[in-house]
């Protein structure tokens, strides 16, 4: 069956997000990273602040497994905190976008959301750090905040955010069809592995 849905997770400064791009527009496919959240904010009601506060985002208190346990209330509306809130619309607007098909999405727990379609194939994209590290430095620069640390705690947010819908962890190569490694295969190999793996499921 063509693979019409390509879902790239990735650890912080693997390059995951260039790769799906690269793959994107070789194939003709939309590509949708912050894109997801111009969808969310206009379909939703919801604030584009709150939006990107949320983004890929969760804590144990907000994740929506523990909301619907304790069925308390939150910092939102009927019961849901906003995270919960930016949780379901996003889900909602990433099934919208995979009906329409050809298209790459970035993150957000796609793979999960999207776990019972054929048609879609899930990639991981990691490094090694030294790799990652390197490229965070050079994209966005140093900060006071040790560069490791950096992509330790934004893996970290990534992990919780995924661990808070999901009933499988983040990461584990057993949720993905495909895992590469980029420091090692580089950002245009990776690209093209994927791309020539979609393009031979489609025959």
């Known amino acids: 069956m063509k693979k019409s849905i390509i879902t790239v997770s990735r650890e912080f400064g693997s390059g995951g997000r260039t790769i799906g791009r690269i793959v994107a527009d070789k194939l003709g496919y939309k590509f949708y990273d912050d894109e997801i959240i111009d969808r969310v904010v206009k379909e939703s009601g919801l604030s584009r602040e709150i939006v990107e506060r949320y983004d890929e985002y969760a804590t144990h ?3 929506l497994l523990y909301t619907l346990a304790v069925n308390s209330m939150g910092d939102g509306v009927h019961g849901l905190s906003f995270a919960n809130q930016v949780q379901i619309a996003q889900a909602t607007v990433i099934k919208q976008v995979a009906d329409e098909g050809n298209c790459v999405i970035i993150g957000r727990g796609a793979d999960y959301i999207l776990r019972d379609r054929k048609d879609c194939f899930n990639v ?11 490229r965070v430095e050079e994209l966005y620069g140093k900060t006071q905040q040790k560069t490791e640390d950096r992509i330790k705690d934004k893996d970290t947010k990534r992990k919780v955010f995924y661990r808070s819908f999901a009933l499988r962890e983040w990461g584990d190569i057993a949720n993905y069809n495909l895992v590469l490694d980029s ?9 093209e592995i994927i791309c020539d793996i979609v393009q031979s499921t489609g025959n």
């Open 61 to 63: 208190r907000n994740s």
């Open 124 to 134: 991981f994209v990691r490094a090694d750090m030294a790799s990652k590290v390197k």
């Open 183 to 191: 420091g090692v295969i580089g950002i245009d190999k990776c690209a």
